[in-house]
């Protein structure tokens, strides 16, 4: 063995390789660094865009003092940023993936021509899209209330010998039990109703015919019975009172339209092997 080991030692491939090693360790410890590696750049328009995206945000340009810090914390995370790339902290990173692709995302997302929407754009957007818009039925209504507290069967009679006096025109003030609760309610959205007495009463209130006393009928209070004064149907309201909702959900599918496109554009690049089988691009 040891007449092995030195004439291995006395081969000159094996010299070769121990002195090129040597000058590669040398080279990397006395080298000069790269001058971009070690530049870090701030231009006017890197400094234009930190501004841009802060009065995005405030609603104002920042101060001196907001644009040094932010200035700062751009250099701050572009020396974290190149310092875990020289460490290999890039290469297999979720969270670095991540914030890859949510950049690459946004700027998809402004790709191309940038529109403001027309009139007949936001109207064509509202007519594909009426449910996003369309208002809930709103009801004017007047209650009796009667105890939850109280047993069922004494709540029926109470309240049937209310609602016949009721539609002969007796006082509402006349029956059922004082509360917090409203004795009228006037021009409220359905949804408000829900909100307020449960998804059931509002349903039920839904349905009642105009101008008579109708119940009992549950709530999560207890039990009411009510009289529709009006009631307005869901309707999709006019643009212009709700210009700047269509307006942002018309921005929103431009927005994912392009995204989309940009991706299949992106994705007709790459040769994709799923479990052994290739296919050509990438799905959405």
């Not at 990397?28 to 802060?54: C, H, K, M």
């Not at 917090?180 to 021009?187: E, G, I, K, R």
């Not at 009642?208 to 307005?232: C, K, T």
Request: no cysteine; net charge neutral.
């Amino acid at each position: 063995h040891v007449l092995k080991i030195r004439t291995i030692l006395r081969e000159p491939v094996l010299h070769f390789l121990l002195i090129g090693l040597f000058l590669f360790l040398l080279y990397g410890r006395v080298a000069p660094e790269s001058a971009d590696s070690r530049t870090i750049e701030v231009s006017a328009a890197r400094i234009e865009n930190l501004a841009s995206q802060f009065k995005a945000v405030w609603s104002r340009p920042p101060t001196e003092a907001e644009l040094r810090g932010l200035i700062d914390s751009y250099v701050h995370d572009e020396v974290l940023f190149r310092e875990g790339v020289a460490m290999g902290m890039d290469g297999d990173d979720p969270v670095i993936k991540r914030r890859v692709r949510q950049k690459m995302e946004v700027l998809s997302e402004e790709a191309g021509e940038q529109l403001t929407p027309t009139d007949a754009d936001l109207l064509a957007y509202l007519a594909r899209n009426p449910d996003k818009f369309r208002r809930p039925p709103i009801l004017s209504f007047e209650q009796v209330y009667f105890s939850g507290d109280a047993a069922v069967a004494e709540i029926e009679r109470q309240s049937a010998a209310a609602l016949e006096g009721l539609n002969r025109g007796v006082p509402a003030s006349k029956y059922g039990q004082a509360s917090m609760l409203p004795a009228a309610v006037t021009q409220q959205p359905l949804d408000m109703i829900a909100r307020d007495f449960g998804e059931e009463f509002a349903t039920r209130l839904e349905a009642l015919p105009l101008g008579v006393w109708q119940g009992p009928i549950a709530s999560g209070y207890g039990a009411h019975l009510v009289r529709i004064g009006n009631r307005q149907p869901a309707a999709i309201p006019p643009l212009a009172d709700i210009r700047m909702a269509v307006v942002r959900e018309w921005e929103g599918e431009r927005r994912a339209r392009n995204r989309a496109e940009s991706y299949r554009v992106m994705a007709e690049n790459y040769r994709i092997v799923i479990d052994g089988k290739t296919i050509k691009g990438a799905r959405p």
